[in-house]
């Protein structure tokens, strides 16, 4: 069974920049959710993915976005990189029968970023 | 709104001793699930317990347990026997609708 990948490892943007993030969802999960953690604070909720379609969605700007493919892959976008954009980025998946969530999230690694 | 706050930013324990990590959380709803989630060194994210919230009964994994008081909207954390490996953060979550997180408790246990 595979985990939760993500990539990249790390990035380096300038402000003003455009970024996409992308995670693999673990097999057969059919959800996905994103989270900003800035340093030495716990994850924040951005988003998140059930089947395709946005069913959630935290304090962030539009300018953060994503999706959710076919085949439970995603994509976290950001656009107009802000110096406080700089954090670790993690994703989650997790196998949702209802919709509803409270089921176990598996997380990846985490991508971090630094905006310049 | 719901907000988790784990009041302990740092606490350490000896090897082989018992510690508790503390969270509190405010909530208006009835329904919804509580986490501990633990984040080590090498940061990746992975369970340690979760309680459904309209179960009285305490949830238990191996060496970790919790104590769940609802109307106090309390979940404390409990590991016995603690190992070296359970260095790590410790991130305490609800989720009603989505995850929200508490700003953690770095836990150290020392040989």
């Known amino acids: 069974e595979t985990g939760v990948t993500q990539s990249p490892t790390h990035l380096i943007k300038t402000r003003g920049q455009q970024v996409t993030l992308r995670c693999s969802s673990q097999s057969g999960h059919n959800t996905v959710s994103w989270y900003q953690q800035a340093l030495g604070q716990g994850p924040q909720f951005i988003f998140q993915?059930?089947?395709?379609?946005?069913?959630g969605r935290g304090n962030f700007p539009p300018r953060f976005s994503g999706l959710q493919f076919p085949n439970y892959s995603s994509e976290l976008n950001v656009n107009a990189l802000e110096l406080d954009d700089s954090a670790l980025y993690l994703c989650a998946s997790s196998l949702d029968v209802s919709g509803s969530g409270g089921y176990e999230q598996y997380f990846g690694p985490g991508t971090r970023l630094t905006v310049t | 709104a719901q907000t988790v706050t784990q009041s302990q930013p740092e606490m350490s324990v000896q090897e082989a001793e018992t510690v508790t990590l503390s969270c509190t959380y405010d909530t208006s709803e009835n329904n919804y699930y509580l986490f501990w989630y633990k984040q080590p060194p090498s940061r990746q994210m992975i369970l340690v317990i979760r309680?459904?919230?309209?179960?009285?009964q305490n949830a238990t994994e191996n060496r970790f347990s919790v104590n769940f008081q609802k109307a106090a909207k309390s979940f404390s954390l409990k590991i016995s026997d603690s190992q070296l490996g359970d260095t790590a953060m410790y991130f305490c979550a609800t989720h009603w609708n989505y995850m929200r997180f508490g700003a953690g408790t770095r836990l150290t246990v020392k040989p």
């Open positions: 309680q459904e919230a309209y179960k009285q």
């Open positions: 993915y059930y089947r395709e379609e946005e069913n």
